[in-house]
């Protein structure tokens, strides 16, 4: 029997055992809540009036839906300690893909908050009948392809994470509405900070969909947060964008999450993958995978972007190496990436760590 069967069968078997919390953590969430699930923090929040629904999915994903509500925000993330300041935690940024049909006033958007001072933001990418927040300008930003209006407003006696408090809102509006991207969260923190909008210590950052006095529907098919390494912008500069495999959408009979010899995935059998969708705004980059065999024999990962084969990554032991693919040319704008086994013979186990591209 193959040594990834073995496997199958052992997390099945465990699976078992963990069925009631596994449903009760993938149902539907209908009231007030906050919690993790696949390696990411959600919110549930809602005031009076009205009802909302929503459906934690693999990884950052989710769906919502909403129907005569006063004010509701659906998000997922990750939460931070407050402790740490966006430049101490490193850069930040989100790959999404999103259907989103909205009934009045919503925004699809990246939400947060930060402490010391207290900020509320918002990086908008998508709106209902309404383009917020209806103020005037400070600023632009041009960024993953498109330009943000930057603006900020006070908030006064308002419900805050700090209870009821008067703090200011910080707004990136895009002038043209997307639905799927790349969203160079930090780009837009140190814009801010550049025009004199202080930013406090990490709270939370979060893809968002938010609904105001309104009904709608969305599905975040795809949401992967990128904490650390530096900053693309998806301006073909030539900086390095690193993406945890842990946190990319997974794929195939028996892909799962690893913790040695690394926090990451292994690929067991022919069409295990892990997959996400990255902004290019050039046609050429580097790309390298940090990845080992489970064994002395080689293990070999593809790497595909927009369905086309670009090359293969080989991994000759059990000792985490790195190996990259120079001057890769592939489609631009929002390219699906994908890193999988086609070649498994029975042999080995692919265990991979990080993607960076640079």
């Known amino acids: 029997m193959k040594q ?12 078992f055992f963990l069925l009631i919390p596994a449903v009760n953590v993938h149902g539907a969430v209908t ?24 459906t934690l ?17 659906f998000r997922k993330g990750k939460k931070f300690d407050q402790t740490q300041t966006h430049q101490q935690i490193g850069n930040i940024s ?5 259907t989103y049909q909205p009934n009045g006033n919503s ?12 900020v509320e933001y918002y990086i908008v990418d998508s709106w209902g009948d309404w383009r ?36 200011q809102q910080y707004w990136s509006v895009r002038r043209t ?62 900086s390095i964008t690193r993406v945890e495999t842990e946190n990319m959408t997974k794929s195939g009979q028996y892909t799962g999450t690893i913790n040695s010899p690394f926090n990451g995935v292994g690929l067991y059998g022919n069409n295990d993958s892990v997959k996400y969708r990255q902004y290019f705004a050039s046609g050429t980059h580097s790309f390298s995978l940090r990845g080992a065999s489970n064994n002395s024999n080689m293990a070999r990962v593809d790497l595909k972007i927009g369905g086309q084969t670009k090359g293969t990554f080989y991994f000759g032991d059990n000792y985490p ?22 070649s498994d013979n029975g042999q080995w186990d692919a265990l991979i760590d990080y993607l960076e591209i640079e």
Not at 57 to 73: T, Y
Not at 327 to 337: A, D, K, L, P, Y
């Open 177 to 238: 509405k997307r639905t799927s991207g790349t969203i160079s969260v930090s780009e837009h923190f140190k814009k801010w900070e550049s025009l004199g909008m202080e930013m406090g210590n990490m709270h939370e950052v979060a893809l968002t969909v938010e609904g105001y006095q309104s009904s709608g529907t969305a599905n975040v098919y795809s949401n992967t947060l990128t904490v650390g390494g530096n900053s693309d912008g998806g301006d073909g500069s030539g």
């Open 4 to 15: 990834y069967k073995i496997r199958y069968l052992i997390t099945t078997f465990l699976c």
């Open 94 to 98: 989100i790959n999404y893909g999103a």
């Open 31 to 54: 009231s007030n809540d906050t919690g993790t699930h696949d390696g990411y923090d959600y919110e549930f929040w809602k005031d009076s009036g009205g009802s909302g629904s929503m």
């Open 107 to 118: 925004y699809l958007c990246v939400y947060g908050w930060t402490v010391d001072p207290l």
């Open 57 to 73: 999915n693999s990884g950052g994903a989710f769906s919502a839906e909403w129907s005569n509500i006063n004010n509701i925000l």
């Open 321 to 342: 190496a790195v190996y990259t693919l120079d001057n890769v040319s592939h489609g631009t704008g929002n390219q699906e990436i994908e890193l999988v086994v086609t």
């Open 132 to 167: 917020p927040p209806g103020a005037t300008a400070k600023g632009t930003i041009t960024v993953d392809g498109g330009t943000y209006d930057i603006y900020e407003t006070t908030r006064t006696n308002q419900p805050s994470i700090e209870g009821t408090a008067t703090f």
